[in-house]
C-alpha cells in the first residue's frame, strides 16, 4: 500500500496562521510519503545512510549498517561478488567496518 502524496487539507483556511499551517503540513506530508514509499520500494535514493565505502568519520554502535551506493561485482571467477553494505562489529570513532557480500553465482 503506497502512502498518497497528494494530501487534503481543508480548503480556503479562514486566517493567515491556517493558511500557513496547511502549507507546512502539505509539504511535510508529502515528504513523508516519498520517503516511506521509497524505502517500500527498496529505491535507494531514498536511503540516507548509503555511502561507497565503510565510513571513515563519525561515531558508530555495533551493528550499525551502511548500505554500497555503487555496489559493482568483484572478485575471481569462482568466487564473484557484490559489496552490499558495509558493518560495524565494533563500535566507536569510526569503529571497526566490514562488507557484507553477495555471492553472485558465476
Not at 26 to 37: D, G, M, S
Not at 43 to 68: E, Q
Amino acid at each position: 500500500m503506497r502512502l498518497e502524496e497528494n494530501p487534503q487539507l481543508p480548503q480556503q483556511p479562514e486566517s493567515v496562521y491556517a493558511q500557513n499551517l496547511n502549507f507546512t503540513l502539505a509539504r511535510l506530508f508529502r515528504n513523508i510519503a516519498a520517503k516511506v514509499n521509497g524505502l517500500a520500494d527498496g529505491r535507494l535514493s531514498v536511503i540516507d545512510n548509503a555511502l561507497t565505502a565503510a565510513p571513515t568519520t563519525g561515531t558508530w554502535a555495533k551493528g550499525d549498517f551502511v548500505r554500497n551506493s555503487a555496489p559493482a561485482e568483484a572478485g575471481a571467477a569462482a568466487s564473484k561478488y557484490v559489496v552490499y553494505g558495509f558493518i560495524c562489529t565494533v563500535g566507536g570513532t569510526p569503529g571497526t567496518w566490514v562488507q557484507c557480500r553477495f555471492l553472485t553465482g558465476n
